[in-house]
């Protein structure tokens, strides 16, 4: 079970975006998430005229590590670090390691 999955608010804990939040829009394979307006970088980018594409210089939203990432905590107001625990009735839910409370219930 991954600790951060598609839709989660996510907070970055280091680098050029420290303190940011943003929804976690893509969870790529090799612990890499895409951030909406968290890492993003100018592409310059060629035009395809057969396909309609201008070029010019464009945003992109590059993939960012998830060790530098921590998902937001809502009563607590900060990042927090999520722990995986099994119910009585065998499904698995994640939690907030602080306070001990159900992030998907």
């Not at 680098?15 to 970088?41: F, H, P, Q, Y």
């Not at 900060?78 to 065998?90: P, Y």
């Amino acid at each position: 079970m991954r600790k951060i999955r598609k839709g989660d608010q996510v907070v970055v804990l280091s680098g050029r975006d420290k303190g940011r939040r943003g929804a976690v829009l893509e969870v790529l394979g090799d612990g890499l998430l895409v951030v909406e307006s968290i890492n993003v970088v100018k592409k310059h980018q060629r035009g395809n005229p057969q396909g309609g594409q201008a070029g010019g210089i464009v945003d992109k939203t590059m993939p960012i590590r998830a060790s530098k990432v921590a998902i937001w905590n809502p009563s607590g107001k900060q990042g927090d670090r999520v722990g995986v625990k099994t119910l009585n009735d065998g499904r698995k839910v994640r939690f907030f390691k602080s306070n001990g409370e159900m992030i998907d219930a």
